[in-house]
């Protein structure tokens, strides 16, 4: 019996760990220009598509599919930023909303008009299949998925911490009046967040390919799931969606197996009202 | 002067609207407007006027149209009883809702809101009573006039027309109060509002009861038009986002506004849809998506707002500064 | 002078005669409206029912006499109507109640169609009809299985598919002739999805189950679009049931059948209620790691040169995919609907409902392995019924019971990978 509950509670950190990793772009544009972006899902969704394609056209795996994937997504996190971002942010927070969800329509629609509807998947034993360890079973996959995320999470926080290239991100978020003051450009600044956290999304995407189905509309299934970590973590705080996102992974698998599958996002949603009850800032956010 | 001569020409237009283009689809279009304009005009009380971004106001919408579906399948009631008991019910929710969620501030508000329509969408989702998956269906041959199921779409736009002018009515009212005073200044900074002595919270509190009450009419009114509920479109989020995306498209905490953005917004989905959905490519949502885009990008205040501006620039050569200012309000 | 009257006359004669040739070549056509979820979560389903559609289009529209007897096939056209041609307007639903019946609307007051067909999602297939039933328009439905939909006393709606109650039947013959067989079959589980579709089976299987005394030993619900199912499968692994029996659809059937392998459960015997696990991406995605999955369907390839044989053939070559079960339901209706068309030799509504009233189609008939079709007064098809197959070599369904229409023995237990 209790073997089982441990390997729910293992699974439910590697769920965590892969939530963590998608939320961990959207948390840093977040915190960084106060900006909601509602296509977030879809940018994981193209990183999984990009993967796709590196492996149809190539055959190859994460290996190749997933720093591919980053750098397309890099790119058009570069372009949505100077194409629309730029300009709605001058406007009302409800423009952000606007803009981003057409956007979200448009990345979708666009995948469904080239791809298809149908649902797509790589094959099984891309990244070695499952192993056994003290008679746990452990999808490699999802392994290297939590692998990165903790690394990805390890390199942001690093990045905003330690470099002069996050104390300026950090500054221009701050004040980007100030900043532009001591000769920090906030446009650049800006471009290179959006760059990191699409970059960041589009691997993210890329690795969960390597596990979960494809179709123009898994943004959807995702996306809410990234809000609700990045929110619980603490808007802008990076470490703060790798403990919010094991939280939500370890809550779910586990109201799945004790409660039923039906009830787990129930349970899900509830905890995290009742947890902005008593930090309305969330668990790592400045408040 | 001026003014209130394009008002009555706007409004001689949208009363005989239905009589001009008068083909079935045509009127239905046209009702579809109207009601997709009382909705967003609710949401715009609280999310407009106070810039509290909800992304739960379905919740309110769904119980409408569930308490006038309810009215029917459980107790062979007119679907119209289910108006009243709707209000009731959604003003108590968002009493309970506003209460905790209306302290938090920006995105935290958005993202507890979206958590409790998820949740609501969820419980109801397993809930029998009212249908659970299934859905409630209204009257499916009307017994008298008062199961509201007509064929054509012309009582339904006079009706929603009617609903509509009321909504308008007490948004105006609320907006040239001194609770209308209130709300822009919560919005503009809520800290300051404070310090002035405004009562914050409590103002804050009473425009989303408000406003709930008046998006559970729409959701009823919703469910007698289409004769049916479930889950996925009485209480999707979906239906949230598209009453937030319609008040700032057409200028959000503007008396018009939402009406503007349903104007342009609910044409634009179901042509788009009648040309290109058929052909099974997914063509229609580029189109849409690709428009809210440019709208977005190129007039972030909403299209309102650049009529303003426009007709102030004429009135004076200079730029109007209460426009600009508006149109950068955080 | 008289010779130039004659041939005044017969150039005259020659211009009327062109010009009958001409309105004749302009010919009628019988226009059908046909809404179904072009985009959104169900998109696939949606597309792959759009493209069923124009297969059947093109065989009835022109002449095919390699498919024998089935109907409408051998000429072009609908006989009926002096060979008129078939057009389908198809319109998309969108995934939303409110959009379905605005489309069902507008087909049948701006593009008058004379019959409607649709909409995969029940709640869709609900609202649209009630619109056709305002107008008087037929609307013919092929897939959609909630029981409300015949219930509601209508008139002018009539549906193909086989419903819950046919579903659990086949279930319970099946696993009552298997152990009769010697198999193990006495704790099973469901597992189902809380949309309308899972919730109506599931409830249903219970109820036909425990009525004929066997009970469900374990029910796990779980919400649609997962992003994670390993909770359900680790249930499973605990209570090892004998017979898993799984309502999912696409999205889902795919993640349970990677869980499975991660987690290394293979149950005895799975069987799948169709939808998911008929899904051509299903088996392009996890066939190979289902292997032996049961399933259920009326539909089956049958023997080389059989209409059936043709039609996936005609299928594949149009939308890239296999035939499957829910592709096959819907233009098994359409062939009902343009057979009534035909057999009413009129487009007048009235006349279609009437001929649809009176349609008794025999097995040989149909593409669907159904009983025939034969509507009773409340619309549905009474003789509507299914077949269990099974997934052997990983890429294609084969029909395994009852024997009758077995093409195979079933293989038991459960391969997986």
């Known amino acids: 019996m209790s073997s089982i509950l441990v390997q729910v509670i293992v699974g439910g950190l590697l769920l965590g760990a892969v939530y963590a990793l998608f939320s961990s772009g959207l948390t840093l544009v977040w915190g960084m220009m106060n900006i909601v972006n509602f296509a977030h899902g879809d940018f994981v969704m193209l990183g999984m598509y990009v993967a796709f394609v590196v492996w149809t056209l190539f055959g190859a795996g994460p290996w190749a599919g997933a720093p591919l994937a980053a750098l397309v997504l890099a790119t058009l996190g570069v372009v949505v930023y100077f194409g629309l971002i730029r300009d709605i942010m001058k406007g009302p927070m409800l423009a952000q909303i606007l803009g981003t969800f057409g956007l979200a329509l448009l990345l979708r629609y666009s995948v469904f008009w080239w791809f298809g509807a149908n649902f797509l998947s790589l094959p099984e034993n891309l990244v070695g299949g499952t192993f056994e360890v003290a008679g746990l079973r452990i999808q490699a996959s999802r392994l290297l998925a939590g692998a990165v995320a903790l690394l990805v999470t390890l390199g942001l926080h690093l990045l905003l911490t330690r470099t002069s290239l996050g104390s300026k991100m950090l500054a221009v978020a701050e004040d980007s009046t100030a900043a532009q003051l001591m000769g920090i450009r906030p446009d650049t600044m800006q471009a290179i967040a959006w760059a990191i956290a699409a970059g960041a999304t589009g691997l993210a995407g890329a690795l969960i390919a390597t596990f979960f189905y494809i179709v123009p509309t898994v943004g959807e299934t995702l996306g809410i799931v990234a809000f609700v970590t990045v929110s619980l973590g603490g808007f802008g705080s990076v470490p703060g969606a790798l403990v919010a996102g094991l939280l939500i992974g370890v809550i779910e698998s586990l109201s799945g197996y004790l409660i039923g599958p039906v009830y787990k996002d129930m349970v899900v949603y509830s905890l995290f009202l009742g947890f902005l009850w008593f930090r309305p800032q969330g668990l790592m956010g400045k408040s | 002067m001026r003014r209130l001569l394009w008002l009555s020409v706007v409004l001689a237009l949208v009363v005989a609207y239905p009589l001009l283009f008068s083909t079935p689809f045509q009127q239905r279009l046209g009702a579809l407007v109207l009601l997709y304009a009382i909705a967003a005009s609710a949401w715009n009380i609280v999310g407009g006027y106070a810039g509290q971004v909800s992304v739960g106001h379905v919740v309110f919408f769904g119980c409408g149209a569930y308490a006038a579906m309810g009215a029917y399948a459980h107790f062979a009631l007119s679907p119209l009883v289910g108006i009243p008991v709707g209000i009731v019910i959604s003003v108590a929710i968002s009493a309970i809702i506003g209460v905790p969620t209306l302290r938090l501030s920006g995105h935290y508000f958005s993202m507890a809101t979206i958590a409790v329509a998820e949740l609501v969408r969820l419980i109801v989702t397993n809930t029998g009573y009212l249908g659970a998956a299934v859905g409630l269906s209204g009257p499916t041959v009307p017994r008298n006039v008062f199961d509201l199921s007509f064929i054509s779409a012309l009582p339904y736009y006079y009706l929603f027309l009617a609903v509509l002018a009321l909504t308008l009515g007490i948004t105006w009212w609320i907006a040239n109060s001194r609770m209308g005073f209130y709300l822009r200044a919560i919005r503009d900074s809520e800290r300051a509002a404070r310090s002035l002595g405004a009562p914050a919270s409590r103002t804050k509190l009473y425009a989303f009861m408000l406003s709930a009450g008046l998006t559970s009419v729409a959701g009823a009114l919703y469910a007698m038009m289409f004769g049916f509920v479930d889950p996925e479109s009485g209480l999707g989020i979906l239906i949230s986002v598209k009453m937030l995306i319609m008040a700032a498209l057409g200028g959000a905490g503007l008396l018009f506004g939402p009406l503007v953005g349903a104007a342009i917004l609910v044409p634009l989905e179901e042509i788009s849809n009648n040309l290109l959905g058929g052909k099974g490519a997914g063509l229609t949502f580029v189109l849409y998506g690709a428009i809210i885009v440019l709208i977005a990008r190129f007039q972030p205040g909403g299209i309102l707002m650049l009529v303003k501006r426009m007709i102030a620039k004429r009135r004076s050569k200079l730029p109007s500064a209460e426009a600009r200012g508006a149109a950068h309000a955080p | ?417």
């Open chain 3, 1 to 417: 002078m008289r010779f130039k009257h004659i041939i005044g006359l017969l150039c005259a004669a020659s211009i009327s005669v062109m010009l009958a040739g001409h309105a004749f070549a302009q010919e009628k056509t019988v226009k059908i409206g046909a809404v179904y979820p072009l985009s959104g979560n169900a998109a696939s389903a949606g597309v792959h029912a759009k493209a069923a559609i124009e297969v059947a289009m093109d065989i009835i529209n022109n002449p095919h006499p390699e498919f024998g007897n089935f109907p409408l096939a051998k000429n072009a056209g609908l006989a009926g109507l002096g060979g008129a041609k078939v057009e389908v307007v198809f319109a998309d639903n969108q995934g939303s109640p409110a959009t379905g019946q605005n489309q069902a609307l507008r087909l049948i007051t701006e593009e008058k169609v004379v019959a409607l067909t649709g909409s995969y999602q029940s709640g869709i297939t609900l609202t649209a009809s009630a619109i056709a039933e305002k107008y008087g328009i037929p609307f013919v439905n092929g897939e959609s299985v909630a029981a409300n939909l015949t219930e509601r006393g209508f008139k002018w709606f009539f549906r193909v598919t086989p419903v819950a109650a046919d579903f659990a039947k086949i279930y319970y013959e099946f696993l009552k002739d298997m152990k009769a067989a010697g198999v193990k079959t006495d704790s099973v589980a469901l597992v189902h999805d809380n949309t309308e579709y899972g919730t109506s089976v599931s409830s249903v299987i219970t109820s036909v189950f425990k009525d004929n005394g066997q009970s469900i030993a374990l029910d796990i619900a779980y919400a649609v679009n997962a992003t994670d199912v390993q909770s359900q499968i680790l249930q499973l692994k605990e209570k090892k049931p004998d017979v898993v029996i799984m309502i999912a659809y696409a999205s889902d059937a795919i993640l349970y059948a990677k869980t499975m392998q991660a987690l290394d459960y293979k149950p005895p015997m799975i069987i799948a209620d169709d939808s998911g696990y008929s899904d051509p991406s299903f088996i392009k995605s996890v066939g190979k790691i289902s292997q032996g999955v049961l399933n259920r369907s009326s539909w089956s390839v049958g023997p080389p040169g059989s209409p059936t044989a043709l039609i996936a053939e005609m299928y594949k070559k149009k939308s890239g995919d296999e035939m499957d079960d829910t592709a096959g339901r819907q233009m098994q209706a359409f062939f009902v609907l343009c057979g009534a068309i035909d057999r009413a030799g009129s487009t007048d509504p009235a006349k279609i409902q009437a001929a649809l009233k009176a349609t008794d189609l025999k097995p040989d008939q149909l593409m669907m392995g159904y009983k025939g079709i034969k509507f009773d007064e409340k619309g549905q098809n009474v003789l509507a019924s299914g077949l269990v197959i099974q997934l052997q070599d990983g890429e294609n369904y084969v029909a395994v019971w009852p024997k009758a229409n077995a093409e195979k023995t079933p293989v038991l237990p459960y391969k997986g990978w």
